[in-house]
């Protein structure tokens, strides 16, 4: 199976500051045949279901505010919020469905300072 | 609209089987590329990615649980149904069910089920 890491575990963040999350596999997630890399971004916000945010490294879902982007290649990968907002509070998690089974990173907690 | 929810018993005992269901609408699991996944969270830790199942009847599941695991769908009830067998306490938790697209992966999600396993 691929294996999911994610840094850091929790991430105090001021309002209006920028921040950042990494994630990393064990295998790369490039698909050469399509010229994809399948690694995604959901949110879980407190009490909530998760959300998709980032698809395929770098897309953002519908709706999704243009503070969130995704970046990386192979095996290496971060999530930037620009500017973080009150709302932007809950656990990230980074997921990669370049093969079966697919699988979760352990989640990243960030909230405010 | 595309909107999936979760439904099944809220409590087994330890050694039943637990079996949940996957209503969906706004699409259908008979179009090429389509798929219903279902992920599991134990209380207050993180997303584990269960099973999936997709148009053309293929599965796939965790590896630590496949013995455990089977996922079926019914195009048309608009259903995708998993049961896991031999339910132990480690197996409490919110159990979410989401449609799968090749493109944007998990986008749409369930409000979740949550199943305690208690004697």
């Known amino acids: ?113 | 609209q595309v909107t999936v929810r979760e439904s099944g018993p809220a409590l087994v005992k330890p050694t039943q089987t637990l079996t949940l269901t996957c209503t969906f609408s706004g699409f259908s699991l008979n179009t090429r590329g389509m798929c219903v996944s279902w992920v599991r969270q134990p209380p207050g830790k993180a997303l584990e990615w269960l099973a999936l199942i997709d148009w053309d009847y293929d599965q796939y599941y965790s590896s630590s649980l496949k013995t455990r695991l089977t996922i079926s769908k019914d195009t048309s009830e608009n259903q995708v149904v998993l049961t896991m067998t031999n339910m132990a306490p480690s197996d409490t938790g919110t159990y979410y069910c989401a449609r799968v697209t090749p493109v944007d992966g998990l986008d749409v999600w369930g409000q979740g089920t949550t199943v305690t396993v208690s004697s």
Not at chain 1, 55 to 68: E, H, I, K, M, Q
């Open chain 1, 1 to 113: 199976d691929i294996v999911m890491t994610q840094t850091p575990l929790s991430l105090p963040v001021t309002p209006g500051e920028p921040a950042s999350i990494s994630c990393r596999s064990s295998q790369s997630l490039f698909d050469s045949g399509d010229g994809h890399t399948y690694l995604d971004w959901y949110l879980q916000k407190p009490g909530q279901s998760p959300q998709l945010l980032i698809y395929r490294l770098s897309y953002r879902a519908s709706g999704v505010p243009d503070r969130f982007s995704g970046s990386g290649s192979g095996t290496d990968f971060t999530l930037t919020i620009s500017r973080v907002e009150t709302e932007d509070i809950g656990v990230y998690y980074c997921m990669q469905r370049m093969e079966f089974p697919f699988t979760f990173g352990p989640g990243t907690k960030v909230d405010i300072k």
